[in-house]
């Protein structure tokens, strides 16, 4: 009777480890809950974009250019994802970048943010670094909102603030901390 016990035992782990595997194995479906919607109102999208922008004369204003640019039709806004932008001014070239951006197509305005960095080329460079920097392309106006740090040959400064008239070559800083070391005349 032993082995007729065992026997019988045997099945009926059998059966048990069958049941229990049934649960285990059934798999359960998998919901995902969003906090955020998609927005609905994207009206078309680009990747590998090269924007031009001219003026009234039919010269480049800037050029931009991102790996993607998301259109929405509501506010007339473009996202930009790591801007990539060459501004062009009499004599003057700058070159900005940023992780993100933001072209507000009424006002004629670029919004950069996180990591922005504006450099001036040419004979005089300069490069400036900050989070956040709104550009009125028309008018020619950077207005850097939060803090920043400029350097350029001779000098390092620090700022809370500015706005840099472009054009004009003009620049107002709010808050400075600076160390200029003039160049040494050549005899």
């Given at each position: 009777m032993k082995r007729s016990r065992r026997l019988l035992l045997y099945a009926l782990l059998a059966i048990a480890a069958l049941i229990a595997g049934r649960f285990v194995e059934t798999p359960s479906p998998i919901v995902i809950k969003s906090r955020e919607k998609p927005p609905d109102n994207i009206d078309f999208y680009l990747s590998g974009v090269d924007y031009r922008a001219m003026d009234r004369d039919g010269r480049l204003r800037y050029r931009l250019r991102s790996p993607l640019l998301e259109h929405y039709l509501r506010e007339d806004i473009s996202r930009v994802q790591q801007p990539d932008i060459e501004y062009r001014l009499?004599?003057?070239?700058?070159?900005?970048?940023?992780?993100?951006?933001?072209?507000?197509?009424?006002?004629?305005?670029?919004l950069l943010k996180q990591g922005v960095r504006l450099q001036r080329e040419g004979n005089r460079p300069m490069q400036l670094d900050t989070e956040r920097l709104e550009l009125q392309t028309e008018a020619r106006i950077a207005r850097l909102p939060e803090s920043l740090r400029l350097e350029s040959p001779g000098l390092q400064l620090e700022a809370d603030s500015a706005m840099l008239q472009l054009g004009e070559g003009r620049y107002r800083f709010q808050r400075v901390r600076a160390v200029h070391q003039p160049r040494k005349s050549e005899s």
């Open positions: 009499p004599g003057k070239r700058w070159r900005l970048a940023a992780r993100q951006g933001e072209m507000q197509h009424r006002q004629d305005r670029l």
